[in-house]
């Protein structure tokens, strides 16, 4: 089962609008992650926050963790059509084996 | 570096056939990763080995289902015999701290 849940499952927006996506995990955490995957391809890596902190900046990319809410938000700003992919978190699970665990994914469409 | 490479892209098999998934990790990379990626289940970490040892299958979904990593440089996931509940895209990923995944391309199988 998934450890992570996105929302919203789907999102479209116009070219340089931002785009908000929700991830909500179920167990405590050592870290958490933001991938993308583009249609057809692998997942890329864009971000990874650690439980002790609540913001971290990459270029257009803001990610905050609330790990009291057990949730996280990637923020995206000033989109490209470029951007338009899938969209998933990925958590560890605190304790025992470390395994990264992804969500179900927001897939995110671009309008130029 | 190439990236995680994955072969074959495509594999069409009949069910009942055996089927084998190659992955050839990056370099230096001590932790390797199979997922699988369904629109039903989303994406599913099967095992994952360190330093070639598998650490935790317990996502292996049935005895069919077998994976090895004879030596730091290449892994196989097999399904013997195949069915076609098992056709999704097959992932494999590395990373150099079982945080940060590196994702290869993955292999899209598909099971008449």
């Known amino acids: 089962s998934q450890q992570g849940e996105e929302d919203p499952q789907a999102l479209s927006i116009q070219e340089g609008e931002n785009a908000t996506m929700n991830c909500s995990y179920k167990?405590?955490?050592?870290?958490l992650q933001w991938y993308r995957q583009n249609s057809g391809r692998g997942l890329v890596h864009l971000i990874l926050i650690r439980s002790n902190e609540r913001e971290k900046h990459s270029g257009r990319l803001r990610v905050t963790l609330d790990t009291s809410k057990k949730s996280s938000s990637l923020l995206i700003t000033a989109s490209r059509a470029a951007d338009t992919a899938s969209y998933f978190c990925?958590?560890?699970?605190?304790?025992?084996?470390?395994?990264?665990?992804f969500g179900t994914g927001t897939k995110l469409q671009v309008i130029p | 570096d190439a990236g995680v490479i994955q072969s074959p892209r495509h594999e069409v098999t009949e069910m009942g056939q055996e089927v084998t998934l190659r992955c050839k990790p990056i370099s230096g990379h001590d932790y390797l990763f199979w997922y699988r990626q369904t629109m039903m289940r989303g994406l599913e970490l099967l095992i994952y080995f360190n330093n070639n040892v598998p650490i935790d299958d317990s996502g292996m979904p049935e005895d069919r289902f077998s994976a090895k990593m004879p030596n730091a440089s290449f892994s196989t996931l097999k399904i013997q015999p195949s069915e076609p509940r098992d056709s999704a895209v097959y992932f494999c990923?590395?990373?150099?701290?079982?945080?940060?995944?590196?994702f290869g391309s993955g292999t899209q199988l598909s099971v008449l």
């Open positions: 167990t405590s955490i050592n870290n």
């Open positions: 990923a590395s990373s150099p701290d079982n945080e940060k995944l590196f």
């Open positions: 990925a958590t560890d699970l605190s304790g025992g084996y470390q395994k990264v665990t």
